[in-house]
């Protein structure tokens, strides 16, 4: 059941990004690649590494993919652009790149062999990334966070500073 279950994302995951690839409206395409994202991070929760599928959705699925559409709204991207007019020689050159990316991923999953260990399922899980950041790395992790409050400090100071008056700045005559 878990493996057919996969497959069936894995398969929802492949056809979502064909489908960013191939349509023709921009916002579209943007809608399909944020269902890839979802679809990997669904993928990586079956794999056991729930705060990378967390970090998918929070980082990927959602600030980057917001930070895209508002591109795609202000680009205003109603008309054919000159770069998108295909000819033969374009076609037959897309043809020719996916059938070498296939016969390379065909060659590639041929010579692979079944693993012959079990793998450690506690790596990439939120308790063992914790326990690794707080106990190897507390150092670095403490510089970062008093850098981003450093941060966050100076940009509440610099928004909250009154606007000069520029007559006072000339030499304050009013005449």
Do not use: H
């Not at 899980?125 to 326990?131: D, H, W």
Request: net charge negative; proline share 2%; charged share 10%.
């Amino acid at each position: 059941m878990e493996v057919a279950l996969f497959i069936l994302i894995a398969l929802v995951t492949v056809v979502s990004a064909l489908l960013v690839i191939i349509r023709k409206n921009a916002v579209s395409s943007v809608l399909f690649l944020v269902l890839t994202f979802f679809c990997l991070a669904m993928l990586y929760v079956m794999l056991g590494a729930q705060f990378i599928a967390a970090m998918q959705v929070i980082v990927y699925a959602g600030a980057i993919m917001v930070l895209f559409i508002f591109v795609v709204m202000l680009l205003n991207l109603g008309t054919d652009q000159k770069w998108e007019i295909t000819g033969p020689v374009r076609k037959w050159m897309g043809f020719g790149s996916a059938a070498g990316i296939l016969l390379i991923a065909v060659l590639a999953f041929r010579g692979m062999q079944s693993p012959t260990t079990e793998m450690d399922t506690s790596i990439g899980t939120v308790s063992s990334i914790g326990e690794t950041m707080f106990q190897s790395y507390v150092l670095p992790f403490e510089v970062a966070s008093v850098l981003l409050l450093a941060a966050i400090i100076g940009v509440v100071a610099m928004i909250s500073r009154k606007p000069v008056d520029a007559t006072t700045v000339e030499g304050g005559n009013e005449s």
